[in-house]
């Protein structure tokens, strides 16, 4: 099982942007899709990006992600990014980085937690007004 430890969280006001890192170790990093969730207080864990590298890197985002939000992946780091701009306050939220053996044919098969089977501990995101 592939272990996952994202960095890269914090305080930014509104309009700002954040980059997620999450860095995997354990069995061969390619061989994963990759996903980030969220989570905000007294809500559901939520889809926010997926990226696949089978036969070329795909990836699938959550509407309200769209255009403001991109999610990457460098295999010789071993590493998934997720860049964040023009973040809001609604954006304020734990996120968690996961790693899935699934092979779905897109991205977009993988926007829901249960389809990933390792988890980071998450890092905080806290968008101010």
Same mark, same amino acid.
């Given at each position: $099982?592939?272990?996952l430890v994202?960095?890269?969280?914090?305080?930014?006001?509104?309009?700002?942007?954040?980059?997620? !890192?999450c860095a @995997?170790?354990?069995? *061969? &990093? !390619?061989?994963? @899709?990759?996903?980030?969730?969220? $989570? /905000?207080?007294?809500?559901?864990?939520?889809?926010? @990006?997926?990226? #696949?590298?089978?036969?070329? #890197?795909?990836? =699938?985002?959550?509407?309200?992600?769209?255009?403001? &939000?991109? #999610? !990457?992946?460098?295999? /010789?780091?071993?590493?998934?990014?997720? $860049?964040?701009?023009?973040?809001?306050?609604?954006?304020?939220?734990?996120?968690?980085?996961?790693?899935?053996?699934?092979?779905?044919? !897109?991205?977009?098969?993988?926007? *829901? +937690? =249960?389809? &990933?089977?390792?988890?980071?501990?998450? *890092? $905080?995101?806290?968008? +101010?007004s």
């Amino acid at each position: $099982q592939v272990q996952l430890v994202e960095s890269g969280g914090g305080l930014v006001q509104a309009g700002g942007s954040l980059r997620l !890192s999450c860095a @995997a170790s354990g069995r *061969t &990093f !390619s061989n994963y @899709a990759m996903g980030w969730f969220r $989570q /905000a207080p007294g809500k559901e864990r939520e889809f926010v @990006a997926a990226v #696949i590298n089978w036969s070329s #890197i795909r990836t =699938d985002y959550a509407d309200s992600m769209k255009g403001r &939000f991109t #999610i !990457s992946r460098d295999n /010789a780091k071993n590493t998934v990014y997720l $860049q964040m701009n023009s973040l809001k306050p609604e954006d304020t939220a734990v996120y968690y980085c996961a790693a899935s053996l699934r092979r779905f044919p !897109s991205a977009g098969y993988y926007y *829901t +937690s =249960d389809r &990933f089977d390792s988890w980071g501990q998450g *890092t $905080q995101v806290t968008v +101010s007004s």
